[in-house]
């Protein structure tokens, strides 16, 4: 049914584009440069499904990435499993959790959820602090030995990078198919008003807990292909709120509760960041152009890229989503 | 005027790589915390490095055989962040062509950024990372200057032995990975050495009153005390013991003492050593490189501010990794990391050596902390070696509870 939309055929092509763009030429710059964006867009469209859907400002989304690399690190480090077990386990197991976790904590709404979220990351970040079989504060390290079943550690970051550019485009598909679902229209619901969706016959708490849960899954994923590509992983890396805050920016800039302005800010934030970063001109000074950049957008349009985008040209509507 | 002034301008623009293309140079890629919570502690190493370029550079450069390189740099600011790491040094290797790494500041970061290094088979020289874990994956690129972390307490402990063979030691330390670490190993040590330790407690990084800690250290009958994080813990620690009469006789604090601002606290930073990784006062014969007293002075005189330990293992990266490439004659990587294992050259620094077998490749065997304890001379309170012995520039004083 989605196959015949022209979005699923637009979100088939950005794909592609990623998947090819670096084999050309070999470029390993530009793939780790992508591979970070396809990281911003895997949890920036994840966020979405409750910011954007449900309208709840989660603040420690970060929690599942990090735990998701968690396991999957300990995984492959402790149990020697292949990495193609250990990262969707890591997913199953981070999503179970935030089911657990969910069904506690949307018992609250608006600025006592918000800061909920982040009492759940600062929570397992503290534990994780202090559990002896994840190293504690020093972290896991990994040996570059794990790659040796694809031919060693250079062959083994395309495969991280083409399993990312797939765990993006999963995300985008997923926030699309579950935006013209009926839970898509139930979570619509529930983001306008949560007590009138409630007494039309919207199963409220279980449509909330179910995205939570469904949320988690990608960004584990994400985080368990991320940390092993890094091959370290420590509680302050994995549990970072400043990623978390990120997103959050990342949602809104683009246009939240649409699935193009999400993958559209990320994507421009994290090449913007990126330029800054490396160009010789604005090294020195990259934050406070960053800050003026988000500063415009936020003045001049506060629906985001996507509600200009929707202003200017109506007709994209039908197509963008 | 204006329009030839502007060509003029134009013409050397388009002249000047012409001839920049004529001397040869080395690429040395790192990237340096600029931004984000490692800022401070980066600087220093990046200091070290910058001084390090323009000395070789003013001398002619770098031997390889009968040609002189002049020494480039290529670096980004990593923003403290793993991931960004891994971005840049491939950025370095592929982009900017850097014939050798340095590394960036902290365990951490140098971990994400030794897969990037092994995997393009470039050399990275750590100077900022003490931990040893990215030496035990077997890296044959990573190549570390300083004394690694399961190390630093090991002269304090040698030393507190020595004045009392039977001391209690309360080790109360920050909960990050590097003073874990450090007190983890140093708790073995001191095991090992037949003292007692009486006390084993971490508190969170973020702690500001040590009050209830102190007078814990204070019950268990300590001795000596050993621990401590970063800055502002270590010396709230250090001035909250002295102000609660903990009555210890030995204080051992990571990282604080080393900085000259400790100072400040007067009569409580007497007698508190540190371990550091090098001192404006030990005096090593270098067999290459610069003395200490040439080093210490030439910076001084250029950055009007006084060399720590950062700047100087900062330093010491590009000596040794000078020395290896022109005790191999070349810049082929293979050649320079085979000088590299048979490094074993004393420099101002202190003796540098690398572990050869694959379990440990790397991890730097021969360089020595000394300690420093900070003491009253000529009515100024300043840091004094004090360990090992043949470092020494002045007496370790035992016991210290005069001031205590």
Not at chain 2, 363 to 371: D, G, I, K, T
Request: net charge neutral; hydrophobic share 45%; charged share 15%.
């Amino acid at each position: 049914m989605l196959a015949r939309r022209p979005f699923f055929w637009i979100i088939t092509a950005v794909l592609a584009v990623f998947a090819i763009l670096p084999v050309l030429g070999n470029n390993v710059e530009l793939r780790e440069s992508l591979i970070i964006a396809a990281l911003y867009i895997t949890l920036a469209s994840n966020l979405n499904l409750m910011l954007g859907y449900a309208g709840y400002i989660n603040f420690g989304s970060i929690v599942f990435f990090g735990l998701g690399g968690y396991v999957c690190v300990w995984l492959v480090s402790a149990y020697a499993w292949p990495l193609y077990a250990a990262i969707p386990a890591a997913g199953i197991c981070v999503s179970a959790l935030a089911l657990l976790f969910g069904l506690g904590i949307l018992r609250l709404r608006g600025a006592f959820f918000a800061l909920a979220t982040i009492g759940v990351n600062e929570g397992v970040q503290a534990f994780v602090e202090n559990f002896s079989p994840w190293g504690g504060s020093s972290g896991i390290y990994l040996s570059p030995i794990i790659f040796k079943p694809f031919g060693g550690p250079a062959q083994g970051l395309w495969v991280i990078y083409f399993s990312m550019v797939a765990v993006m485009g999963l995300s985008l598909y997923l926030s699309y198919a579950i935006k013209v679902s009926k839970f898509g229209l139930g979570l619509l619901a529930i983001g306008q008003n949560e007590d009138a969706a409630a007494i039309l016959g919207v199963p409220t708490p279980l449509y909330k807990a179910l995205v939570y849960s469904v949320s988690a899954f990608l960004p584990a994923i994400v985080g368990g292909l991320y940390f092993l590509k890094s091959s370290f992983i420590q509680p302050a890396d994995a549990f970072d709120l400043t990623l978390s805050t990120e997103v959050i920016v990342i949602a809104m800039l683009g246009g939240q509760g649409t699935v193009t302005g999400v993958a559209l800010g990320a994507y421009l934030y994290e090449e913007l960041r990126g330029f800054l970063l490396t160009s010789e001109t604005f090294s020195h000074f990259q934050l406070v152009v960053a800050g003026v950049l988000l500063l415009v957008i936020v003045l001049f349009f506060p629906s985001g890229m996507m509600g200009f985008v929707y202003r200017q040209f109506p007709r994209t509507q039908k197509v963008l989503e | 005027m204006k329009p030839f002034c502007a060509l003029l301008a134009v013409a050397t623009m388009i002249v000047t790589p012409a001839f920049a293309a004529d001397t040869s140079s080395i690429t040395i890629g790192f990237t340096a915390s600029r931004t984000g919570p490692l800022n401070v502690d980066s600087t220093g190493q990046e200091r070290g490095f910058e001084f390090w370029r323009d000395e070789v550079n003013s001398k002619g450069g770098i031997q390889v055989g009968d040609k002189r390189y002049q020494v480039k740099f290529a670096s980004y600011d990593d923003q403290s962040v793993g991931g960004r790491v891994q971005q840049l040094y491939t950025r370095l290797v592929n982009q900017d062509k850097a014939d050798f790494l340095f590394s960036p500041y902290s365990s951490g970061l140098t971990a994400a950024a030794a897969v990037i290094s092994e995997q393009y088979g470039k050399i990275m020289i750590d100077s900022g990372g003490a931990e040893e874990k990215p030496f035990q994956l077997g890296s044959k690129h990573l190549f570390m200057v300083i004394t690694s972390a399961g190390h630093y307490l090991s002269g304090a402990i040698a030393a507190l032995k020595e004045k009392n063979p039977h001391a209690k030691i309360a080790m109360v330390y920050s909960d990050d990975p590097f003073s874990k670490t450090v007190l983890a190993a140093a708790k073995e040590q001191a095991k090992e050495a037949g003292l007692e330790v009486v006390m084993d407690e971490s508190y969170a990084p973020s702690t500001t009153d040590f009050g209830p800690i102190v007078n814990k250290i204070i019950s268990s009958n300590a001795d000596a005390f050993m621990g401590g994080g970063h800055y502002s813990d270590g010396a709230t620690l250090a001035r909250q013991m002295y102000d609660q009469k903990a009555n210890l006789k030995w204080i051992s604090i990571l990282v604080a003492p080393a900085d000259d601002k400790f100072s400040e606290l007067g009569a409580a930073a007497l007698g508190v050593t540190v371990p550091s990784q090098w001192e404006p006062q030990v005096n090593y014969k270098p067999q290459f490189g610069p003395t200490t007293e040439e080093f210490a002075k030439a910076f001084e005189a250029k950055l009007h501010q006084k060399a720590d330990y950062h700047v100087a293992s900062g330093y010491t990266a590009g000596v040794v990794l000078q020395h290896a490439i022109e005790k191999a004659g070349s810049l082929d990587t293979e050649k320079v990391a085979k000088a590299l294992d048979q490094t074993d050259v004393t420099t101002f620094f202190g003796h540098i050596k690398f572990a050869a077998d694959p379990k440990h490749h790397g991890l730097q065997v021969a360089h020595e902390m000394v300690l420093a304890q900070w003491q009253k001379a000529n009515g100024e309170v300043a840091r004094q070696v004090v360990w090992p012995t043949s470092a020494k520039s002045a007496d370790l004083i035992y016991p210290i509870n005069a001031g205590h």
